[in-house]
């Protein structure tokens, strides 16, 4: 039974920090590409960003400089680094788990449950 365990979520304040976790079980971690994606309420899902095993990126335009998506496929954990928080970030984050290479949020195989993050002004 495949697993993903989103945790790093929380408050912060406007211009802050927070590191987001995914440990990944029941699959070959360094065989799948991982992604995050979030959902802020009334809104779909998009796309952040994406590693792939050898550690190859894409950022969407509008997180490039801010987010930084990284594994460790030892510990079966992909993880995102979020800095300069902005109000508009808040939204519940969720990773997931690709076989292709894809951007898209129907081509994910497997996804967590969330993690809300809310940023304050």
């Known amino acids: 039974q495949v697993q993903l365990v989103e945790s790093g979520g929380g408050l912060v304040q406007a211009g802050g920090s927070l590191r987001l976790s995914c440990a990944a079980s029941?699959?070959?971690?360094?065989?799948?590409?991982m992604g995050w994606f979030r959902q802020a309420p009334g809104k779909e899902r998009e796309f952040l960003t994406a590693?792939?095993?050898?550690?190859?990126?894409a950022y969407a335009k509008f997180v490039k400089g801010r987010f930084t998506i990284s594994r460790d496929n030892a510990k079966n954990t992909v993880y995102l680094q979020m800095n300069s928080l902005k109000p508009e970030d808040t939204a519940v984050y969720y990773c997931?788990?690709?076989?292709?290479?894809?951007?898209?949020?129907?081509?994910?195989?497997?996804w967590g449950q969330g993690t809300q993050v809310t940023v304050s002004s």
């Open positions: 997931a788990a690709a076989g292709m290479w894809t951007v898209r949020v129907d081509e994910y195989d497997y």
């Open positions: 029941g699959l070959t971690f360094s065989g799948y590409h």
């Open positions: 590693i792939n095993w050898r550690g190859g990126n």
